[in-house]
């Protein structure tokens, strides 16, 4: 028999701050957006509360911060990150096939596990995970991807696993869920479906009109309406290398100096050059964008350019050298910039490239790269960096309630 798991993490960034502040455990507790700009995640202590409203301005809400005592951080993610792949590894040992699905969910194969204690196998995974990571979760399993991701949702609203193969257990649960809370379907596509009177999972089920739901609903619909019925149709994918890579900040005041915004670009050159040269890809284009402020009442502009390279790079002086001059191009001075970033595009493998006729030497700086990455890697994000780079980064985002980096940086280790 076919199944599937799926293993979310319980509010994600708010408990990965949480396993390092443990003041906070009982605590409501939210994570801020880039910029300290809105309220991103909740935890159900939080929620409780009346938080829970997805990208409330956090001067908003201030005054209920400090009347409910709410632990409150800026969002870390390069802690963040590191988390998701110490849970990710894991995940591994418990599944010969493991799709990352997310930052903080993962689907798992259980073909072949028709002999195991399921439910016991997902309290373990549930006890090792917050065992060596601290990090709480749900285990959903079940026959297809679509129905797993239900049981998940029931997990976290019982004992944190819920098992549901039988066709009677889970019709049972598709009864009494929405629609509109299928994975899968969109609120559009809830309307849609609203409209001819399905408004739960199991009324999706045994509608008849396949037809009628295809035309509706595209091929995507009538695969989650199939998946429903415990047919598979979405089989576990490979994790796949990123065929666009993208570094983008709000800056944390508005930018008019044409200096500043050189460094801005220089960093974002310099991270997304890091990521791509990770998974041994080059890329033969680059994309700089520049834009004010879109929420305040003034003359706006956005302004956006690419370069092409004659092969594929994955150098950082490269990279910034031909950002540098997109930025020419594009920056008008007297506005006040509040947003950039850097896109890297037509990434293929590295051994795939097209080389450049005119240029025999393709070394492209593989040995600074990789002496400039392993220190990095060991000290930390940007501790060798190129002087376009800048020191005192004044556009950097406002980050006044961010935690440190306690599993990648030394110097920021969690001290006892």
């Given at each position: 028999?076919?199944?599937?798991?799926?293993?979310?993490?319980?509010?994600?960034?708010?408990?990965?701050?949480?396993?390092?502040?443990?003041?906070?455990?009982?605590?409501?507790?939210?994570v801020?957006?880039?910029?300290?700009?809105?309220?991103?995640?909740?935890?159900?202590?939080?929620?409780?509360?009346?938080?829970?409203?997805?990208?409330?301005?956090?001067?908003?809400?201030?005054?209920?911060?400090?009347?409910?005592?709410?632990?409150?951080?800026?969002?870390?993610?390069?802690?963040?990150?590191?988390?998701?792949?110490r849970?990710?590894?894991?995940?591994?040992?418990?599944?010969?096939?493991?799709?990352?699905?997310?930052?903080?969910?993962?689907?798992?194969?259980?073909?072949?596990?028709?002999?195991?204690?399921?439910?016991?196998?997902?309290?373990k995974?549930?006890?090792?995970?917050?065992?060596?990571t601290g990090?709480?979760?749900?285990?959903?399993?079940?026959?297809?991807?679509?129905?797993?991701?239900i049981?998940?949702?029931?997990?976290?609203?019982?004992?944190?696993?819920?098992?549901?193969?039988?066709?009677?257990?889970?019709?049972?649960?598709?009864?009494?869920?929405?629609?509109?809370?299928?994975?899968?379907?969109?609120?559009?596509?809830?309307?849609?479906?609203q409209?001819?009177?399905?408004?739960?999972?199991?009324?999706?089920?045994?509608?008849?009109?396949?037809?009628?739901?295809?035309?509706?609903?595209t091929?995507?619909?009538?695969?989650?309406?199939?998946?429903?019925?415990?047919?598979?149709?979405?089989?576990?994918?490979?994790?796949?290398?990123?065929?666009?890579?993208?570094?983008?900040?709000?800056?944390?005041?508005?930018?008019?100096?044409?200096?500043?915004?050189?460094?801005?670009?220089?960093?974002?050159?310099?991270?997304?050059?890091?990521?791509?040269?990770?998974?041994?890809?080059?890329?033969?284009?680059?994309?700089?964008?520049?834009?004010?402020?879109?929420?305040?009442?003034?003359?706006?502009?956005?302004?956006?350019?690419?370069?092409?390279?004659?092969?594929?790079?994955?150098?950082?002086?490269?990279?910034?050298?031909?950002?540098?001059?997109?930025?020419?191009?594009?920056y008008?001075?007297?506005?006040?910039?509040?947003k950039?970033?850097?896109?890297?595009?037509?990434?293929?493998?590295?051994?795939?490239?097209?080389l450049?006729?005119?240029?025999?030497?393709?070394?492209?700086?593989?040995?600074?790269?990789g002496?400039?990455?392993l220190?990095?890697?060991?000290?930390?994000?940007?501790?060798?960096?190129?002087?376009?780079?800048?020191?005192?980064?004044?556009?950097?985002?406002?980050?006044?309630?961010?935690?440190?980096?306690?599993?990648?940086?030394?110097?920021?280790?969690?001290?006892?």
């Amino acid at each position: 028999m076919k199944l599937y798991g799926l293993v979310d993490c319980n509010s994600f960034y708010c408990s990965c701050e949480r396993v390092f502040h443990p003041e906070a455990r009982n605590r409501p507790t939210i994570v801020l957006s880039n910029n300290d700009g809105c309220a991103i995640a909740f935890t159900k202590e939080a929620k409780a509360v009346g938080f829970g409203q997805m990208c409330e301005p956090f001067f908003k809400i201030k005054d209920r911060i400090r009347e409910y005592n709410v632990a409150v951080f800026s969002s870390n993610y390069t802690l963040y990150d590191d988390m998701s792949k110490r849970v990710m590894k894991i995940l591994a040992g418990y599944t010969p096939e493991l799709e990352v699905y997310s930052v903080d969910e993962a689907f798992l194969s259980l073909e072949g596990f028709d002999n195991y204690d399921l439910f016991e196998y997902g309290r373990k995974i549930r006890k090792d995970l917050l065992c060596q990571t601290g990090i709480p979760v749900g285990v959903g399993i079940s026959t297809t991807k679509v129905l797993s991701k239900i049981a998940n949702k029931m997990a976290k609203k019982n004992s944190g696993v819920w098992l549901m193969t039988q066709e009677k257990q889970i019709d049972e649960v598709l009864r009494k869920f929405p629609v509109r809370d299928i994975w899968g379907i969109g609120s559009a596509s809830a309307r849609k479906l609203q409209m001819l009177g399905i408004t739960t999972a199991y009324d999706f089920k045994v509608y008849k009109n396949e037809n009628l739901i295809q035309k509706l609903l595209t091929k995507t619909g009538r695969e989650v309406q199939e998946e429903l019925r415990g047919v598979s149709c979405l089989p576990m994918e490979d994790v796949q290398d990123k065929k666009n890579i993208a570094n983008t900040r709000s800056f944390g005041s508005d930018v008019y100096d044409k200096s500043d915004l050189r460094e801005a670009v220089a960093t974002f050159c310099t991270k997304v050059a890091e990521k791509i040269r990770f998974q041994e890809s080059v890329c033969s284009s680059l994309t700089v964008f520049i834009h004010t402020n879109s929420f305040k009442e003034v003359e706006q502009y956005y302004g956006v350019g690419t370069h092409q390279f004659m092969s594929g790079t994955s150098d950082t002086v490269k990279m910034i050298k031909a950002a540098h001059g997109v930025l020419e191009h594009i920056y008008r001075p007297g506005f006040a910039y509040k947003k950039g970033g850097v896109i890297l595009n037509q990434i293929v493998p590295k051994n795939e490239s097209q080389l450049d006729l005119f240029n025999p030497d393709t070394a492209d700086n593989e040995r600074l790269s990789g002496v400039v990455d392993l220190i990095n890697q060991r000290f930390g994000p940007l501790t060798v960096k190129s002087a376009a780079c800048g020191i005192n980064q004044s556009w950097k985002l406002r980050s006044d309630y961010k935690s440190r980096r306690f599993t990648t940086n030394w110097n920021e280790i969690l001290e006892i």
